[in-house]
């Protein structure tokens, strides 16, 4: 069974741009999870979609938004850049409970200049 | 709120030695699940185990072993007859209740294992 796949892998853009980014879950699972990952602040929840519906958001500003298609693919996009925003954005899919294992994608290392 | 609390920041070791990781969450859940993924320098994470809060048996799964303690909220994690391959970060999570896909994680402890 393929894992979790993200695209891109690299992304360069620069401030006051917007990025959108993509993930593919795992076959059959159908709740997408989001983390943002930087030195200082670890590992942070974004927000989690399931059945299109996003079900939990964490402590991020509006710039930070998501969609899940019917397919359980998602996507998340982040509105006019700010250097902070530079870090690790990692995905994660589970089965439907909301207790379920993650299993994580390889990440979009996103850097903003 | 939901707390997870790793308090080794790095551990260096020599190879085969064993070492253990230790992570203390705090949560207000009386169901809940705790996790401990590793992330080598690639950069995903990868998943070693999943434990609810209701089975406090150990467990063990080759060098690995977990320790998970309810009276202390504590859910160690032990390395046995470390290996260079070992080097990692590895993070300790906490999900439960209403928390519909947020993971809380504690800062990761970075482990490197010396040949």
């Known amino acids: 069974k393929a894992g979790v796949t993200q695209t891109p892998r690299y992304l360069i853009k620069t401030r006051g741009q917007q990025v959108t980014l993509s993930c593919s879950p795992i076959s059959g699972h159908r709740s997408v999870s989001w983390y943002q990952q930087t030195p200082g602040q670890g590992l942070q929840f974004l927000f989690e979609y399931f059945s299109e519906t996003q079900r939990n958001k964490g402590n991020f500003p509006g710039r930070f938004s998501g969609r899940q298609f019917s397919n359980s693919r998602s996507e998340m996009n982040v509105s006019t850049l700010e250097l902070g925003d530079s870090a690790l954005y990692l995905c994660a899919s589970s089965q439907s409970r909301p207790t379920d294992t993650q299993y994580f994608g390889p990440g979009t290392r996103l850097t903003v200049l | 709120a939901q707390k997870v609390t790793q308090a080794q920041t790095e551990i260096s070791v020599v190879e085969k030695e064993d070492v253990t990781l230790d992570c203390v969450y705090e949560?207000?859940?009386?169901?809940?699940?705790l996790f401990w993924y590793k992330q080598p320098p690639s950069g995903e994470l990868v998943f070693l185990i999943r434990r609810n809060s209701f089975d406090e048996q150990n467990e063990i799964s080759g060098r690995y072993s977990w320790n998970f303690q309810k009276s202390t909220s504590s859910f160690n994690f032990t390395i046995t007859a470390s290996q260079v391959v070992d080097s990692a970060v590895y993070f300790c999570a906490l999900t439960g209740g209403t928390s519909y896909g947020k993971l809380t994680f504690g800062q990761g402890t970075i482990l490197t294992v010396h040949p």
């Open positions: 949560t207000r859940d009386t169901t809940y699940y």
